[in-house]
DNA sequence: GTAGGGTTAGGA
DNA sequence: TCCTAACCCTAC
């Protein structure tokens, strides 16, 4: 007999292998987290997953402080809102990547974009049929993906949708039952059906219809050194949706709208902001003391109008005292129509005291003695143990997913870029992995290193870490099909294996 | 009473 | 239609 060297199998031979204590109709786990393996899974399927046995959602964000729940009222969907979305989600970016076409040289770069059409009606559930076979395209035609993506680096908007008749007669309708300024509550009242409407989108189209009913608009003044600005063209070719009184009293309408109990705003004077300042050296976040101080003249004012002046006008040194800043700034969107337009001074100070609290390596400055007692931490001073933070940047402003480019260079980069760190510089337990960064071929965010791991700059993120993040939205995302290797069986499982990094780069 | 963050007003 | 800041609600 002849005598072949031994063969050692490795660890993806190990990982391959058919797990003798699970049957194979049970989902097979990932090798590397024990993420459950759901390759054939529906967007039905994967929705069950969200829900509980009582049909409830599960809370995606348990952390985050919720309303009041009195078990009295009905759970519905969250229509469109353009501020508030901060769910994580995680692109699959690495869809795809085991596919190095032989003319990579020649191809865009490969984008995670969803086909256009693959993006529309995102209330539509597809179905099963549907469902395998985007996974099946998506897996296997990464780059025809990207050729059908619109282009990317352009932040995608909306398209205008005009408003219907019926539209305006439901928000006609839902402001006399509501009053003007529910507009979240007319937005989201089932018996209106503003399915792609926001709160915003209803106030922008009442001030249109009934501007004499939104007295708080004040006139445009007129600017005497631009003959040709807005406020001496007139309105464009006459036209107007203005609503009539005999308009809304055919819609039922016969008496005036009701108005919201909101006080009235009132713009912050220097002298104010001056005060503000004083006050919070003196007293510092102890917004009632400020408030309640005879010197500063702040009466009108609630000790929450306080808080929000200062974290909205002196960000910097609101931060520098310990406080969180609005979320919603981090990062800074992006200028309409323009992302490189100069800013003002107050953009300035907002921008660059975003700046300083997102920077993340320097300590606070040291605190005024009364908010060094009261203050809670930063929050944006916790970021960089948070790294599920990571997600976030995925996401516009419209709380959107954006796609991530890959740069075709990542395919070159191993060539490009051999290993030339002394191995005593690899942590330990990277050394299986090629040291090289190719993360930094990426155009994402790099996310943040704990402290300890400085010598780990350069390694490559594990899989475990990647699919842990798509534990959070699976019915959103594959579970990294692209990282299978192998072909397809009948039942949808992958009869193949992992792809490691290592093969992935090699 | 304060913090976190959602909602709305008003200007561009 | 978008953006920002004032206003507001609610958990802690």
Request: charged letters at 25%; a neutral charge.
């Amino acid at each position: 007999m002849s005598s072949l060297p031994a063969y050692k199998p490795t660890s993806l031979d190990l990982i391959s292998r058919p797990n003798p204590v699970e049957p194979q109709s049970i989902p097979q786990r990932h090798p590397l987290n024990g993420t459950p393996q759901l390759p054939q899974a529906s967007n039905k399927e994967l929705e069950r997953l969200l829900y509980n046995a009582n049909g409830t959602v599960i809370d995606e964000n348990p952390d985050k402080r919720s309303k009041r729940d009195d078990g009295k009222s009905i759970h519905l969907p969250k229509l469109p809102s353009r501020q508030t979305t901060k769910r994580l989600r995680i692109p699959p970016t690495l869809s795809g990547l085991h596919q190095p076409p032989p003319n990579s040289g020649l191809l865009p770069s490969i984008s995670t974009e969803q086909p256009e059409a693959q993006r529309k009606s995102p209330d539509r559930i597809p179905d099963e049929a549907t469902t395998q076979i985007s996974i099946v395209k998506a897996t296997l035609q990464p780059i025809a993906v990207a050729d059908s993506a619109p282009a990317v680096g352009k932040p995608r908007k909306p398209k205008r949708k005009k408003w219907s008749d019926e539209e305006t007669a439901c928000l006609l309708k839902g402001v006399a039952r509501f009053g003007v300024g529910n507009w979240t509550k007319i937005s989201q009242h089932p018996e209106y059906g503003f399915q792609s409407r926001s709160a915003l989108d209803l106030k922008d189209r009442f001030r249109v219809c009934c501007p004499d009913d939104y007295p708080r608009l004040k006139k445009k003044r007129l600017n005497r050194h631009e003959p040709n600005s807005t406020a001496t063209r007139g309105t464009r070719s006459g036209r107007t949706d203005r609503k009539s009184g005999a308009e809304l009293q055919d819609l039922g309408i016969n008496k005036p709208f009701a108005k919201v109990q909101r006080r009235c705003r009132r713009g912050y004077s220097a002298t104010e902001d001056e005060a503000l300042l004083a006050g919070f050296n003196k007293h510092g976040n102890q917004w009632a003391a400020i408030r309640s101080d005879e010197d500063l003249d702040f009466e009108h004012r609630t000790a929450t109008d306080l808080r929000d002046r200062m974290r909205t006008r002196y960000p910097e040194l609101y931060s520098k005292a310990g406080l969180a800043p609005r979320p919603e700034i981090f990062p800074k969107p992006a200028k309409r129509g323009n992302d490189e337009e100069p800013q003002t001074d107050d953009d300035n100070d907002v921008y660059e005291a975003t700046q300083a609290v997102t920077t993340l390596a320097q300590p606070p400055a040291p605190l005024p003695p009364k908010a060094t007692e009261q203050a809670r931490p930063s929050q944006s001073f916790l970021l960089p143990d948070d790294d599920v933070f990571f997600g976030a940047a995925f996401e516009d402003h419209d709380g959107d997913a954006v796609g991530i480019t890959l740069d075709r260079g990542i395919l070159d980069w191993p060539l490009d870029n051999p290993p030339n760190k002394p191995a005593g510089a690899i942590p330990e337990s990277s050394r299986t992995t090629t040291a090289t960064d190719t993360i930094a071929t990426l155009h994402l965010p790099r996310p943040p290193m704990p402290p300890y791991a400085n010598s780990g700059y350069s390694a490559l993120p594990s899989l475990a870490t990647i699919t842990a993040f798509n534990d959070f939205d699976m019915a959103g995302q594959l579970e990294l099909p692209s990282l299978m290797l192998g072909p397809l069986e009948s039942d949808g499982r992958s009869g193949g294996h992992f792809l490691g990094f290592d093969e992935l780069l090699s």
